[in-house]
């Protein structure tokens, strides 16, 4: 069973707000019936531009229903440009707290909101539209990588989990995992980057004995965890002078993004570790092989 | 919404007396206002959630307690004083016997469910080396499906037969999947979600046929449905004591006379060199009078508990609106009622049920911490606005009457608090 706050059992047992505006000025939808958790917003300003009215209608559990009705009382009485600094981490904070694997209901009311303003923009000078921005990165969850690139930035976040955790991407499927795994490097670029120069310092020089039993060590140690948690794996297969050559098993064997992998996890990783010079290819299917002698 | 009501608690109704103990009291209803919700009251328990684990019956409690006190002898000591032990845990071999209908000598005990379903999957295999090819459904319980998916990355081709709309399999189709290189056929007696029970007599003779291993994942139906494996087919069947109400801790490998299994546990010689390890003597020894009890109670499973189970199903059909069961109504285990409430999600449902302290499960993805519903409901194609709206009430002898009105009378109002929160109904509707 969860572990809800009593906050957020508050709110979810009793409500604030629920229902729908009349006359509304903004408008937000976001989420699915088949995404588990649906969320509409809908606000009313008053003559002075702040917001009269805020009422929500959610399909979802426990934390999706407080995480709505908290959201509806933050913004009741901002401006709009006061209530565009709300984040999800307001919501959860004033929830005390959501359960990690429940963060993505606070997302949601964040980008509700978010929608609802859009609505009202476009509504009122044919502004930016309501409709999202991006490309769709997770097509299970239809997640965009804008919204992933949005969640890592405010959470700092560092992991394809986490990731799933706050906005339900690469929770399907896992065809993205690649996908999103690039969009936290590029977020991450500066942390990521000064992590690695704060990392065990390579060794100068290493014998071909030395290097081999690296790379293993690393595949073992850094490479092959991660893989294992999406139901993949990895094997060495050969290295030839800098070329390391590998096989990716399990669900890595049929994952469509496995390119990315290779080059943003395995080679990555080998050259963080080991050496810069290296470079990582798949194994040719020696059925397929034309070379083969 | 301001209002806010107390429910005072009192004792059960119906036919359980306040001298029962088979559960706490039971919160009122006053009227129809439920704008606020009461107390949770951590005294008042209905437990529908049978299908997860059972109440250990007082009796079962009763036989194994000297063996967690004075009794506590090894049986495989060469002293009286253990000796007399290793009777005992030959008298509940002899009573796990009796209610499949064979050997005591092939009765092995184990852990717990998954530990045999993992000893029959792993120990076929180790047997029969050649063979590299395990066929199985996509309904079966993570301690098959997780076990044999594993499998595949140690080169084994694993196929997985899906069901149709009423979750049922197609057997022509499972008898083309079983091929020269099949070591092993595993397949679910019934299903825990939706309480599906499949033909297995009929399954076990076609895999006999084929020259196939069969495994039967029986958990959920010993004790619910009479078994009688003496005149099947069936090679291996795996049981769990606390789906029975025996403790936790305790399960059995049945393994018909001359079906060759590896061991899955090395050690010492206990359970004839198949399962290495000191037994669990107080749960073997429970689980036994478990068993002996389930067999006396096999009727009132089958009528009583049944009558319960379509009384709340009637119930609620024609109390709630937008809602359907899942799975074949005709074949069905007489305890289980799952049910889908369309617009609403899973884990809003059980938690408002909670505050009633009424105790269910859901199929829904939030329940379970992951983002989709129910492998069983996907694999029956259940629209995924029912499948996050699943509810399963799984009932047991000790449930009454009084207590399946109770949730007839309340769920309702719950459905239609939450359907007042839904964006997807529309006023009026």
């Known amino acids: 069973m969860w572990d809800y706050t009593d906050k957020v059992m508050d709110h979810f047992l009793n409500p604030r707000n629920v229902g729908s505006v009349d006359n509304p000025d903004g408008v937000g939808e976001v989420g699915s019936l088949a995404c588990g958790d649906a969320l509409t917003l809908s606000f009313k300003l008053d003559a002075s531009g702040r917001i009269a009215d805020a009422r929500f209608k959610t399909f979802g559990c426990a934390s999706a229903v407080a995480s709505s009705s908290v959201l509806t009382e933050l913004i009741r009485g901002k401006t709009l440009d006061e209530a565009r600094q709300v984040t999800n981490q307001d919501i959860a904070r004033v929830l005390g707290g959501l359960p990690e694997q429940k963060m993505h209901c606070s997302v949601m009311g964040q980008e509700a909101l978010e929608a609802a303003m859009a609505d009202y923009y476009s509504k009122r000078k044919g502004g930016p539209s309501a409709e999202k921005k991006g490309n769709i990165v997770c097509t299970c969850f239809g997640v965009t990588d804008d919204e992933i690139r949005k969640v890592v930035r405010e959470n700092g976040l560092s992991t394809v989990e986490q990731v799933t955790n706050y906005c339900k991407a690469g929770g399907g499927c896992g065809g993205c995992h690649g996908r999103i795994l690039e969009l936290i490097t590029e977020v991450q670029g500066e942390a990521v980057q000064a992590r690695a120069a704060a990392a065990p310092k390579r060794p100068a020089k290493l014998t071909n004995i030395q290097k081999i039993q690296l790379i293993q060590q690393t595949i073992n140690e850094q490479i092959r965890p991660a893989l294992r948690a999406d139901g993949g794996d990895i094997e060495l297969i050969d290295i030839d002078g800098n070329k390391v050559i590998v096989a990716f098993r399990g669900m890595c064997a049929q994952c469509k993004v496995s390119e990315f992998t290779m080059k943003d996890v395995v080679e990555a990783r080998l050259r963080e570790y080991v050496s810069e010079e290296l470079t990582v290819e798949a194994e040719k299917n020696p059925d397929s092989s034309e070379h083969k002698s | ?429």
């Open chain 2, 1 to 429: 919404m301001s209002t806010k009501k107390t429910t005072k608690s009192k004792s059960a109704s119906g036919s359980c007396g306040p001298e029962c103990a088979c559960h706490g009291p039971m919160p009122v209803l006053e009227n129809s206002d439920i704008q606020s919700w009461p107390k949770r009251d951590p005294q008042a328990v209905i437990y529908m959630d049978n299908n997860a684990t059972t109440r250990v019956d007082e009796q079962v409690v009763a036989e194994m307690l000297p063996y967690l006190t004075e009794q506590y002898g090894n049986p495989s000591s060469m002293h009286t004083f253990g000796g007399q032990v290793a009777h005992k845990v030959a008298e509940a071999r002899q009573r796990v016997a009796a209610i499949l209908g064979c050997l005591p000598e092939e009765i092995l005990f184990t852990s717990c469910g998954t530990e045999s379903d993992n000893t029959a999957i792993k120990g076929t295999l180790a047997v029969l080396p050649n063979k590299r090819k395990v066929v199985t459904t996509r309904v079966e319980h993570p301690a098959v499906l997780t076990t044999c998916r594993d499998l595949e990355r140690h080169g084994y081709s694993i196929s997985e037969i899906g069901v149709d709309r009423q979750g049922r399999l197609d057997l022509d189709e499972l008898g083309f999947r079983i091929d020269d290189n099949t070591a092993l056929v595993s397949v679910m007696y019934a299903n825990n979600e939706t309480g599906v029970v499949f033909p297995i007599d009929e399954i076990a003779s076609i895999v006999r046929a084929r020259g196939a291993v069969f495994h039967t994942d029986a958990v959920q139906a010993v004790g619910k449905i009479p078994l009688n494996l003496k005149n099947g087919a069936i090679d291996l069947l795996s049981l769990s004591g606390h789906k029975l109400h025996a403790p936790k801790g305790v399960g059995v490998l049945y393994v018909r006379k001359g079906t060759r299994i590896a061991p899955f546990m090395h050690g010492g010689h206990q359970e004839s060199g198949r399962r290495g390890g000191t037994e669990n003597v107080p749960g073997i020894i429970a689980l036994g009078k478990a068993c002996e009890l389930a067999q006396q109670h096999m009727a009132e499973e089958n009528t009583r508990v049944r009558a319960l189970r379509d009384r709340l199903q009637a119930k609620l059909l024609a109390s709630c609106t937008d809602c359907m069961i899942n799975g074949d109504p005709d074949r069905r285990l007489p305890n289980t009622l799952n049910i889908s409430f369309e617009y609403i999600e899973g884990e809003a449902i059980l938690l408002l049920l909670n505050q009633y302290g009424i105790c269910a499960s859901s199929g829904s993805a939030c329940t379970s911490g992951s983002l989709e519903p129910s492998h069983v409901l996907r694999a029956m194609g259940v629209p995924f606005t029912a499948a996050h709206g699943s509810i399963r009430f799984s009932m047991s002898r000790f449930n009454t009457e009084a207590e399946v009105d109770f949730i007839a009378k309340v769920m309702p109002k719950i459905v239609n608090r939450l359907r007042e929160l839904s964006p997807f109904v529309k006023r009026g509707s």
